[in-house]
């Protein structure tokens, strides 16, 4: 399924994933900047840090209140913040797109 991922600059990176697998790992597979992983996905870094788009914010669970305090030591945290490695592939996330934050590259 496709994942666009958006950088700062605006350049799109779009990549594919396999259902079950977590949006940062689709990331870092296909080695779009910005989305680092340093912990694995192990919720212990922030540095999958990444914007929901608007109108793909709706289709996701809300933040456990461990993602919350991880995202509220981020650069620029907004509503729309999430870390991706908490986000699973799921046929309704099917198109995604996450704006990666300047902070991140």
Request: net charge negative.
């Amino acid at each position: 399924m496709r994942v666009t991922f958006i950088d700062p600059a605006g350049q799109t990176h779009a990549v594919t994933g396999e259902p079950g697998e977590s949006i940062m790992r689709c990331a870092t597979h296909h080695l779009v900047p910005g989305i680092v992983g340093e912990c694995g996905g192990a919720m212990a870094c922030a540095t999958c840090h990444g914007y929901i788009a608007e109108d793909w914010a709706g289709k996701l669970a809300a933040p456990s209140a461990q993602e919350r305090e991880m995202l509220s030591g981020c650069i620029d945290v907004r509503p729309n913040s999430r870390l991706t490695c908490q986000i699973r592939l799921t046929e309704e996330l099917g198109g995604i797109v996450i704006e990666v934050p300047e902070s991140q590259t």
